[in-house]
């Protein structure tokens, strides 16, 4: 079973714009950790944030986690066509603290010139 | 810096068959994580080991098997290949004592693709 969804499913956007993508979760977790990946290519770490803490940045990246309400979001200001690309939220939720991660089902970001 | 090696990048290979997977960690991180992701899904974790024991197990199939060898690298085997077996295989790597503070950055290589005819 899918632990995480994504929302939206796909978003378009022009250069220049900000683009905002959600991700709730379902049972308690150690970190949510998301990542990019180009078409059919290999997974980009971007940002990792503890269950502790409720917002972190990145350069041009914002992630914000709410805990009650078992989701996260992640912002792209002033995104770029390079941005272009499908974006996964994981969840470390191991008891056993092995680190495995379940992945939401992605947004595929298009930013156009 | 060095990243995540994966051998070979494409792979194809007839029903029946078997393949093997390499990964090589990034220096120094003990711990690595096998995905599989089919095509338009979200990588499935299969299986990973710490310190070349066998930490967590997912989704992997009785056909396929993996171990972490003294070098830390790992291989993935695959016997009695299915069409449905096609996919990217990633090997992800961290350093396992940062798993127990919230703190595994998971390092992804850049898969192995896999076509079963």
């Known amino acids: 079973s899918q632990q995480g969804e994504e929302d939206p499913q796909a978003l378009s956007i022009q250069e220049g714009e900000n683009a905002t993508m959600n991700c709730s979760y379902k049972?308690?977790?150690?970190?949510l950790q998301w990542y990019r990946q180009n078409s059919g290519r290999g997974l980009v770490h971007l940002i990792l944030?503890?269950?502790?803490?409720r917002e972190k940045h990145s350069g041009r990246l914002r992630v914000t986690l709410d805990t009650s309400k078992k989701s996260s979001s992640l912002l792209i200001t002033a995104s770029r066509a390079a941005d272009t690309a499908s974006y996964f939220c994981a969840t470390d939720a191991g008891s056993s603290n092995t680190g495995k991660l379940i992945f939401g089902q992605g947004t595929t970001l298009q930013v156009k010139p | 810096a060095a990243g995540v090696i994966q051998s070979p990048r494409h792979l194809i290979k007839e029903k029946r068959e078997t393949a093997t997977l390499k990964c090589y960690p990034i220096?120094?991180?003990?711990?690595v994580y096998w995905y599989q992701q089919g095509p338009g899904q979200d990588p499935q974790f299969l299986i990973s080991f710490y310190e070349k024991m066998q930490s967590d197990k997912g989704s992997i199939p009785d056909r396929f098997s993996a171990q972490q060898f003294s070098d830390y690298h790992s291989e993935l085997n695959m016997s009695s290949l299915e069409l449905g077996d096609s996919a990217l295989y990633f090997c992800?790597?961290?350093?396992?004592?940062?798993?127990?503070?919230?703190?595994?950055?998971?390092?992804f290589g850049p898969g192995t693709r896999l076509t079963v005819l």
């Open positions: 220096p120094r991180h003990d711990t």
């Open positions: 992800a790597s961290s350093l396992g004592r940062r798993a127990g503070l919230g703190l595994n950055e998971q390092f």
């Open positions: 049972t308690s977790i150690n970190n």
């Open positions: 944030i503890r269950s502790n803490e």
